[in-house]
T-cell receptor
């Protein structure tokens, strides 16, 4: 079975400060990991993914995520938050070679305060 | 064109109505998906079409009936829905049925009265 946990329902950060949105996963084998963002009244937008290679993955809008195999984590980070980053963020995992589709985390609402 | 287009954006229907949701993509993707999403919750997979054939049905009630007329179009036919079916219905596509990098439409916000 595969699963992903986002331990924080809500993250608040001041504009200009660094932000971190946490994600841990459980999957057999090496995981495919993803971050998606959802703005109000919109569908999900792909931010970045980790398949293999460098543990630090860079994505859209200045976001990056670090794959940590020993801690089974894939936290999303940005050095300097913008008010426009306020949205709902979903981490997702899939086991490679599996017929199973993506498993999404419960989501973290990020609010960047001006 | 990197968009997935869904129509209508909003739909209100009674429990005896029949309606259809439509989804279109022109990215040459061969996998298309329907998800259901409640407010502030993760999307829940309903159906997956791979090369125009239904490959996954996540035990969805028969009042939801998917259809894939061709590689660019995906429909979701609705009949005799319940108020608890009110949700945002999202269509997505990907290059193949690999589950990678899904492209989502903006969704249809459905209200069942």
């Amino acid at each position: 079975a595969q699963s992903v946990a986002q331990p924080e329902d809500q993250v608040n950060v001041a504009e200009g400060n660094p932000l971190t949105v946490k994600c841990t996963y459980s999957v057999s084998g090496n995981p495919y990991l993803f971050w998606y963002v959802q703005y109000p009244n919109r569908g999900l937008q792909f931010l970045l993914k980790y398949i293999t290679g460098d543990n630090l993955v860079k994505g859209s809008y200045g976001f990056e995520a670090e794959f940590n195999k020993s801690q089974t984590s894939f936290h999303l980070k940005k050095p300097s938050a913008l008010v426009s980053d306020s949205a709902l963020y979903f981490c997702a995992v899939r086991a490679p070679g599996s017929a199973r589709q993506l498993t999404f985390g419960s989501g973290t609402q990020l609010t960047v305060l001006p | 064109d990197t968009e997935v287009t869904q129509t209508p954006k909003h739909l209100v229907m009674g429990m005896t109505n029949k309606k259809s949701l439509k989804c279109e993509q022109h990215m040459g993707h061969r996998a298309m998906y329907w998800y259901k999403q409640k407010a502030k919750k993760p999307p829940e997979l309903m159906f997956v079409y791979s090369y125009e054939k239904l490959s996954i049905n996540e035990s969805v009630p028969s009042r939801f009936s998917p259809e894939c007329p061709n590689s660019s179009l995906l429909n979701l036919h609705l009949h005799a829905l319940q108020p608890e079916d009110s949700a945002l219905y999202l269509c997505a596509s990907s290059q193949a049925n690999s589950g990678e990098k899904l492209f989502f439409g903006s969704g249809t916000q459905l209200s069942v009265l």
